[in-house]
């Protein structure tokens, strides 16, 4: 996936319906929406850091350049579900996220090498 820039708001519960509506004419449903066409969906994810901690700190230092690693995992899990190996890197306000597709059932074996 190619870089990006990512801005993020706090928006308000009460004003969430509202803004959906406004936004809805330009985007599209996310096919991850689930059977029950809700357009929501549950997401897992677990985050791995060093034994030093050195991911979060970076973080909380407000570093410029930094990265993330983690398995990101969406909807109801079950064996045939994928489940996405990912590294997030940001280089001050560009993100670029590399991932990886695993089915669910195999993850306990790769992660054992």
Same mark, same amino acid.
Do not use: W
């Given at each position: 996936?190619? *870089?990006? +820039?990512? =801005?993020? $708001? #706090?928006?308000?519960?009460?004003? #969430? ?12 449903? &996310? ?6 066409? !809700?357009?929501?969906? !549950?997401?897992?994810?677990? =985050?791995?850091?060093?034994?030093? +901690?050195?991911?979060? &700190?970076? @973080?909380?230092? *407000? #570093? @410029?350049?930094?990265?993330? /690693? ?13 489940? $996405? +190996?990912?590294?997030?890197? @940001? =280089? %001050?306000? /560009? ?6 597709? #695993?089915?669910?059932? %195999?993850?306990?074996? /790769?992660?054992?090498?």
């Amino acid at each position: 996936m190619a *870089g990006r +820039l990512e =801005y993020k $708001f #706090l928006v308000p519960n009460s004003l #969430l319906g509202d803004l959906r509506a406004d936004l809805l004419p330009y985007v599209a449903k &996310d096919p991850l929406g689930g059977a029950q066409h !809700t357009g929501e969906y !549950t997401v897992r994810s677990i =985050y791995y850091d060093t034994p030093r +901690l050195q991911c979060y &700190d970076a @973080k909380l230092d *407000g #570093l @410029k350049v930094r990265s993330k /690693f983690r398995i990101r995992g969406y909807g109801h899990p079950t064996p045939d579900s994928v489940v $996405f +190996l990912e590294i997030k890197k @940001k =280089y %001050d306000s /560009f993100i670029e996220k590399h991932r990886s597709p #695993l089915l669910r059932r %195999d993850l306990p074996s /790769f992660l054992a090498t």
